[in-house]
Nanobody
C-alpha cells in the first residue's frame, strides 16, 4: 500500500506560481515512479508530468512544458510540482499518483495509487 497526500494548491492570479507537494508513505518510495494528473470540471483526467524512480527521467504534457517542473526528494519521500506562469486553463484538481514500477508513465491506468487531490484555481 502507498498513501499519498497532496498539498500546496490554492487561488492565484494568472502569471503567478504555486508549488504542489505530494508526501508518500508505505511502499519504498525509491521503487515507485510518480506522476501528476489534473481534472477540470466536466473534463477527463489528464496527464501533467511524471518522473521515474531515480529522478533522472521526466516527461511533461505539451500544455505545461517549460512552465511546470516535476522533481522528487527521496529523503523526504516527496514529489514536487512547481508551477510557474499559471494560466486560467490550468485550473483543476491536481492528483498525485504512484506506480508499482520504476518507469515514468503518462496514462492514468498505469498508476496504482492516488492521492485525494488539491484544488488549483487560476484567476484571469
Amino acid at each position: 500500500q502507498v498513501q499519498l497526500v497532496e498539498s500546496g494548491g490554492g487561488l492565484v492570479q494568472a502569471g503567478g506560481s504555486l508549488r504542489l507537494s505530494c508526501a508518500a508513505s508505505g511502499r519504498t518510495f525509491t521503487n515507485t515512479a510518480m506522476g501528476w494528473f489534473r481534472q477540470a470540471p466536466g473534463k477527463e483526467r489528464e496527464f501533467v508530468a511524471a518522473i521515474n524512480c531515480g529522478g533522472g527521467s521526466t516527461v511533461y504534457a505539451d500544455s505545461v512544458k517549460g512552465r511546470f517542473t516535476i522533481s522528487r526528494d527521496g529523503a523526504k519521500n516527496t514529489v514536487y510540482l512547481p508551477m510557474n506562469s499559471l494560466k486560467p486553463e490550468d485550473t483543476a484538481v491536481y492528483y498525485c499518483a504512484a506506480a508499482l514500477n520504476c518507469v515514468r508513465a503518462t496514462h492514468w491506468f498505469e498508476y496504482n495509487y492516488w492521492g485525494q487531490g488539491t484544488q488549483v484555481t487560476v484567476s484571469s
